[in-house]
């Protein structure tokens, strides 16, 4: 049978040009995979950044690309054994901005049903990368305080709703005043925005302690702040640079405060987690998404037809929520 | 009775005023504590920063400093069963630009007989820094590859000693090119110039592998070379700062390379390393420096009448070793 994808062709900044929807032969669903009839897939800043030719890793083009997605299982091949047709999954391996896919059965995450297709089809990259971050780095306590920039992004939304689950209090920065008191309703301890000098006035925004783990989505100046309201010895995980600016660490942090600066990437954390373990931490995530404790803003859901529309709204600097993709539309 | 000591009465760049000779006051030892006569002291980059004032921790004003040297036990206080007069030993204290101080047991290192008090007034600082940076950061195998900049300092050379002892290779970094036979000739594997791109040359330089720990006493762009020649997930230790700048690392290197940086100040891990294994680290360095595998070139020892000429010659840029103060000429 034929299914429609969006196909990369070429990395640049002409997404127009080297992003294009065409019709694609699908084979019939092979020993133990599944076939999946996809119900959404966002736009990840990941995305971007595979479409410029700048990220982490590229695959061959032409390929198929979008890294998330939820969709139904509409057929099974040989020996599939837990997965049945109408069962609710999120693949992880790539190429989800299509109207089928197959994936192995060993590479999807099972969803509970009466989940929210749209909310599950963010629940492969932003959660676990929140929850391992609040988890691998510091041994943290209830009611430690974790300090974080692009607290509005989806991974910082994540962030303050899992460490809210975890009992962990969150410091977050924010580069526009009209976020705080989203983020105040979303569960945040305190929001402040980028110009609050945290050397300064953290200890105050947290009680009189000192943050034990800061996360950095941005780089820069802003990571810097992050580091300065952290007690010795805590870290400073990186796991974005949406800012393009290098970290720049003043060496009396590093040598006197004892402070270490790691980086997280899902990708290796997907490789080094043993699976049962991973399979653990996915399904309480996907409890929390079914249960409506960890949600994400949708600002807007574009056809598949519409890719280029809808990357032109995810590039954007100012949006209310994440861009999606619905492939059945 | 009276000692004389250099004592530090303001921080300041002015060190004719500011650091005096002076006769003090020594009670007879007291409860568990040794009178030693001080027969070496070296001046460390770490006393200068002391001096001025930029050091992480400063001791209340007016205070003898120096926070190294190597003396004879000339009488024991109540209590002191392992020491006796004539033994050698290292006080950890500080202190020790004078001519005699007290300290107590628990504060020394003991130091094996025959031992040379030049080289022993070296070893409470450089080599338990250099062991501990090459065994506490990485599960390092012989034959791996360490790299370090600063490979002519005191820390440098001890790494290069300490690595050999350890059957670890060094890839060293130093300013000036004639110092490279000098370092060879210390059991140094490689020794290349700053201008050299570790980036590019790295590989071919240690064997087609990859450094597994790189030790950074510079920071800014030297630094980030040494990051440039690590394997993934690799850690660089940054101890000093002898370049003044802060470390400026792309995201990249933190993210999808997955390094780490991290810090090591040996106050520090004198306070948290059990006192059980740091005597055995200590027995181990002391007995290499009695054998002459672990050896510091001096370049000039001062009476310490002379202090301030040996601040002048510590603070010059190119020197062929240590400064060293010998309070008993």
């Not at 509409?74 to 190429?95: C, N, R, Y």
């Not at 599950?120 to 009611?143: F, Q, W």
Request: net charge neutral; with cysteine.
């Amino acid at each position: 049978m034929t299914m429609k994808a969006a196909r990369l062709h070429a990395h640049g900044a002409d997404f127009a040009e080297i992003l294009r929807i065409e019709p694609l032969d699908l084979p019939p669903p092979g020993m133990n995979e599944v076939r999946i009839e996809m119900l959404a897939a966002p736009v990840n800043p990941a995305d971007l950044n595979v479409i410029a030719g700048t990220y982490g890793r590229l695959p061959a083009l032409p390929a198929v690309i979008g890294n998330e997605g939820a969709g139904r299982v509409i057929a099974t091949g040989a020996g599939v054994t837990a997965l049945h047709p109408g069962d609710l999954v999120a693949p992880t391996t790539g190429g989800t901005w299509c109207t089928q896919l197959n994936a192995a059965e060993t590479d999807v995450i099972p969803l509970p049903a009466g989940i929210d297709p749209q909310q599950a089809s963010m629940i492969a990259v932003n959660p676990p990368t929140a929850y391992a971050m609040l988890h691998d780095y510091a041994a943290l306590e209830p009611g430690d305080w974790v300090v974080q920039n692009a607290a509005n992004s989806g991974v910082g939304r994540c962030v303050i709703q899992i460490a809210k689950r975890l009992r962990l209090r969150t410091l977050n920065v924010v580069r526009r005043a009209e976020l705080v008191d989203e983020l105040l309703a979303l569960g945040a301890d305190r929001v402040v925005t980028e110009e609050v000098d945290l050397r300064k006035e953290g200890p105050s925004l947290t009680d009189g302690s000192r943050a034990k783990l800061a996360l950095n989505g941005v780089g820069g100046a802003s990571a810097l702040n992050l580091a300065n309201a952290l007690a010795d010895n805590a870290p400073l995980v990186t796991y974005g640079a949406m800012g393009r600016q290098p970290l720049k660490i003043p060496n009396g942090l590093i040598i006197f405060r004892g402070l270490s600066f790691l980086g997280f990437w899902l990708r290796k954390w997907l490789v080094e987690k043993p699976a049962v373990e991973r399979q653990r931490i996915m399904a309480l995530l996907a409890e929390m998404v079914r249960d409506g404790s960890l949600r994400v803003p949708v600002h807007r859901v574009f056809p598949l037809s519409d890719i280029h529309a809808a990357f032109r709204e995810a590039q954007a600097e100012s949006r209310g929520g994440k861009i999606l993709i619905d492939p059945a539309a």
